[in-house]
Every structure is written in structure tokens, then in C-alpha cells.
């Protein structure tokens, strides 16, 4: 495509750009003239011909419509729809590359929303595997227009599904089942769930796999239980496949965004996998919290232990604890452990876990953790000693972060995957009462521009 003669910055023109960074949003970053160019699927060190796309006044986004040189550190994407599909958007970026992006991305969060001037703020914990990592897959499904059966990942910021029959980052243990499954639905007939007319029923298909364990749960999320014979291909699905110990239905009748609906029925074998974590046994359902990246998690976890140095005396509350990923084997080094958590069934899960891997200094209170935790004190019968944060991408509601100020346990670990909301509430808890000591961050989501981290503060003043 010509470069035009004058480019004017109006949507359309196409300019050359050297990318420079790579934005929060995954995508790569250059400057022309005084304005900012969001382009994605490039790479630090490429020279592109750039067509603008969203025009503003200071930056716009384009599309790369071609390289003219490429960075040493542009790689083959191991995905052979990298470019198209949103699940991914460094796959064509060196790890190392990813990596050194990821650490600036949390530098960047804490000084410019945080307002923190020095942050030790440690290199990001290197994946081992950047590859075949995921244990947990959930593919919207769609009808093509001429009604073959896709799944997939949408493109970025659209709900148009790129049809995928394996995925260079999930266990390849998954690959066969997502592939077969899918035509096996497809010869079963059953309605497939239309978002324009709001009409079928079958939505998403989620694959979760214990990493150590290889178990594998099949669930199909769908807006009613009209799918005829489910029974008899479920238990074809169990004699197939050797890893798959469960098929279940969770039912999700509401128009929603959310994957997830309140009932999960188990149709053949067990409604939950085991897996090994931390030396323990966890067992999981398909719906709760548990992190993709099993080892990376437990990477995180170690460091975070490392730093914590417990005595075995001290009382720690573990808010929003899921499963018990982070209590149970806190508790293992610790006194007492209370861990906070909305969500029911992961209550009831964390209760399980606990009991199976008789770890009996624990107890899991259900709830919002901003009811809980200004009661924390009277429950203990004194300050907590340590306070773990391990909230949703959106960060602490201002209520929580008020009450753990006026809670005021001596150390808190906030574990967070969004270094912008983090940032945010670091900034209130920083104020006046408490002092940031580090920040380890830890790559459990390789070849995207997500990024874990686990910040460190203490109490400022006497006890
Ligand atoms: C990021 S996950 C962390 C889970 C756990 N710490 C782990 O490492 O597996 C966040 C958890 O917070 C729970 N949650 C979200 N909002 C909550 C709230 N307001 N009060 C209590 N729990 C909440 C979710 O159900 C989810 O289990």
C-alpha cells in the first residue's frame, strides 16, 4: 500500500512508525510527531507501515499494514491465528522481551497512579513453561453462516469467534477434546446459543485440567437442560477420553456477559478434579477460583512465603480466599488463618480442602469481605498480624481498604493481577499508615500482556 504523500492524521492515512514500548493493552507503542500510536500485534524495535484507524486529537490507533524492518526481538508466533485472535497479543514478542514489558508495566502503574516515587520493585518471576501452560480453557460457541460449529477465543474488543482446534497455550492435553468434542456436539444436534436472536442454548465449552494430576473436568454452560441424550454422550466422552473424570452442565439462563450461571449439575463421573498445589491436594469445581498457570502460582506463593518469613505464631486473614489456594498452606506456617470469601460453593470447597489435607488451624467465613473484616478484630480477639488482599481485576472497594486502615494489622501481601488498580488502592494504604517495601511481580499469564504481582507493606509507627 502507498504511503501517502502528506499523512494528516485522519483516519485512513498510513504512516511509517518505529515502535518503541508496548502499551498495558498489549499493543505496541510509537510516536509520530507529538502524538501516540496504539498498534497492535507489533513489537518494540519494529519499523511498520501503520494505516490510522481511531483518530484523535493526541493519539490514534492503527493496523500494521506491513513491516519495513523488523526487531530482533519480532519471533514466529507459535499460534497459527496470533494475529487474529484475542486471547493473546504478544505471541510474536521475545519472552525475555515480555518479560522486561511486563516489569516497566508495573514500574509505570505504581509511579504515575500510585504516586510512589522509589518502588523496589523485583524482576517479574520467569516462566519456565511460556508454552502449554494454561489449565483452564472456556470457548464461547457459535454457528457459522453455514452452520458449521466454531469455538474459540473472540478477535480483541469484538464477539466475533476465531474458530480454534488447539491452542498454543493451554495443556496440548486439552488439544484432542476441544477439537473432537465439538464436532461431537455438532452431530448431537443440540441449539447452539445465538447472542442476536438470544435463541438455543448451548453457550461456552470449558475444559479445566489438573496439571500434576492430568485430571480433566468437560463442562457445557447452557441456558437450559434441553439437550437431548447428554447422558449417553457424556459417558462416550468419560470411556474416550481416560483423563476426563467429569462432564457437567452449568445452567445459565440470564443475558449476560458472565460466562458463568448459579447451577452446576454433574451429568457422568465426578463433579470436581484433585490437583496437587503447594504439596497439598485441592479439590476443584469447574466454576471456582483457581489460577491458570499452577506453576507459576506456586512460584508466586514461594516468594511470598520467602518474605513473610512466618513464626508459626502469627494470626493472618486471607481476603477474598477462593479455594483456599493461599490460606491453606499460610496456615501450615501460621497460628490461625481466617480466610474471607463471597462466593459459596468456593466456601464450601476451601472447608473440603482443608479437611482433606487436615490442616485444622483454618476457618472460611462467607461473605463481602468489607462486612467481614472490621469484625476481624473481635473474632481473634486481637489485631490480625498479617492481612492478605488477593481481590478481582477491579482492585478493593475504598470500604475495604478504610477498614483494613482502621483494622490496622501489622503487614499486608496484596496479590494482585492489575497493576493499575493495585497501584490505586497501594496509593490509599500509603498515605499515611502504611509503608510499600516491594513488589514481586510474576508472569503467570506468558505470551499476554497480563502480569500477577505481590506487594509488600508494613505498618509505619509503634505496636
Ligand atoms: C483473584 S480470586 C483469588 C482467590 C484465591 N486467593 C486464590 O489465589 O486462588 C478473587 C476471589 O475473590 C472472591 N470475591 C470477589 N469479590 C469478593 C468480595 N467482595 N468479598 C469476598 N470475596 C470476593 C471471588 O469469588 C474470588 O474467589
Known sequence: MPLTSAPAWRQGDIIELA????????????????????????????????????VKPTYSFGKSVGIITA??????????????????????????????????QVVDALTRIGGFEQVAVDPVLAAAEPL???????????????????AGYYRKGSHRLVNLNQCPVQDSRLDPLLAEVKQDI??????????????????YLSLRIGRRTGQILLTLVSRSLKLDNIEVQAQ?????????????????????????????QCVAGQADLEEEFAGLRFQI??????????????QLLQAIQAELALSGQETIVDAYCGIGTLTLPLAQQARRCIGLESHAESVAQAEQNAAIN?????????????????????????????????????GCDPVVLDALLALRPKRIVYVSCNPATLARDLKQLCQDSYRLTRVQPADLFPQTAHIESAAFLVAQGSY
Request: include cysteine.
Open 358 to 394: 487436615q490442616i485444622e488451624n483454618v476457618e472460611f467465613l462467607t461473605g463481602d469481605v468489607a462486612e467481614w473484616l472490621p469484625k476481624m478484630s473481635d473474632k481473634l480477639g486481637k489485631i490480625p498480624d498479617l492481612v492478605v488482599l488477593d481481590p478481582p481485576r477491579k
Open 19 to 54: 515502535i518503541t514500548d508496548l502499551g498495558s493493552g498489549g499493543e505496541g507503542v510509537g510516536r509520530w510527531e507529538d502524538r501516540v500510536v496504539f498498534v497492535p500485534n507489533t513489537v518494540p524495535g519494529d519499523r511498520v507501515r501503520v494505516q490510522l484507524m481511531r
Open 186 to 203: 455438532q452431530a448431537q444436534g443440540w441449539k447452539i446459543y445465538d447472542e442476536a436472536t438470544r435463541r438455543g442454548h448451548l453457550r
Open 236 to 264: 462416550a466422552w468419560l470411556d474416550r477420553y481416560p483423563n476426563l473424570v467429569g462432564v457437567l452442565i452449568n445452567l445459565n439462563w440470564k443475558q449476560t456477559n458472565r460466562i458463568w450461571g448459579p447451577e452446576t
Open 132 to 150: 502449554g501452560y494454561r489449565n483452564k480453557a472456556t470457548y464461547p460457541l457459535a454457528l457459522t453462516q453455514a452452520g458449521t460449529l466454531k
Open 71 to 104: 526487531s530482533p526481538d519480532r519471533v514466529r508466533p507459535a499460534c497459527i491465528v496470533a494475529d487474529k485472535c484475542g486471547g493473546c497479543q504478544w505471541q510474536a514478542v521475545a519472552y525475555p522481551a515480555q518479560l522486561s514489558a511486563k516489569h516497566q
Open 285 to 298: 469445581q469447574p466454576a471456582t477460583f483457581f489460577q491458570v498457570n499452577t506453576a507459576q502460582a506456586e
